[in-house]
């Protein structure tokens, strides 16, 4: 997939119509947009502002190389931004489970989603573990949910995705899901 962190102004050209609807998506935009209309929201979403984001300009080189330099930059970014944190799935792990059977994903971790609407619930529903709770995205970078100990501030692990924790809990992120507006899950919460 192409890059999100992309300014392709330049290149705009070389773009298909479903590469163009893609990057909207993992911009966390609405990719349901009229194809007149495609290629101004496509350079009016560049996410200039985004916490630590840098946007690569690419002047002579294909849409993959400019894909590639972007990914190769933001591996590097330390700063997760509220975008993210309410766009991710995370898996939610018991940190005692986690060490008794591992970090893989079969170990008991359920998926939970940080909505816009200030709480952590679960993608699936309802369950009895974890309970919804409130949170806040801290200006440090931590975040707090609910009563409990702050999570540390997320980091970057080796595949690029994103960790946090406290001494309860760890978050890993999962995929990115792209958030359409009106999109059922994000009602849910």
């Known amino acids: 997939m192409l890059h999100p962190f992309v300014e392709y102004k330049e290149i705009l050209g070389r773009l298909s119509t479903e590469e163009k609807r893609d990057v909207l998506r993992r911009r966390f935009q609405s990719s349901e947009v009229d194809d007149d209309v495609l290629d101004q929201e496509l350079l009016d979403t560049v996410p200039y502002r985004w916490d630590g984001v840098r946007i690569f ?42 060490e008794f059977y591992g970090n893989g994903n079969d170990n008991g971790a359920v998926l939970v989603k940080f909505f816009t609407n200030g709480v952590r619930g679960n993608v699936e529903g309802p369950q009895c573990r974890p309970r919804m709770s409130s949170y806040q995205f801290n200006r440090d970078g ?19 995705g994103w960790e946090f924790h406290n001494p309860y809990v760890t978050y890993t992120s999962a995929e990115p899901v792209p958030v359409v507006i009106g999109n059922s899950r994000e009602k849910s919460a």
Request: hydrophobic share 35%; proline share 5%; net charge positive.
């Open 142 to 160: 931590s975040i707090q949910v609910g009563q409990y100990p702050r999570h540390s501030v997320p980091r970057r692990l080796a595949d690029w």
């Open 57 to 98: 300009e690419p002047r002579m080189c294909g849409k993959w190389q400019a894909s590639y330099a972007a990914a190769e930059i933001d591996s590097t970014r330390q700063r997760l931004s509220i975008a993210e944190l309410n766009t991710y799935e995370w898996w939610y792990y018991d940190n005692w489970n986690r």
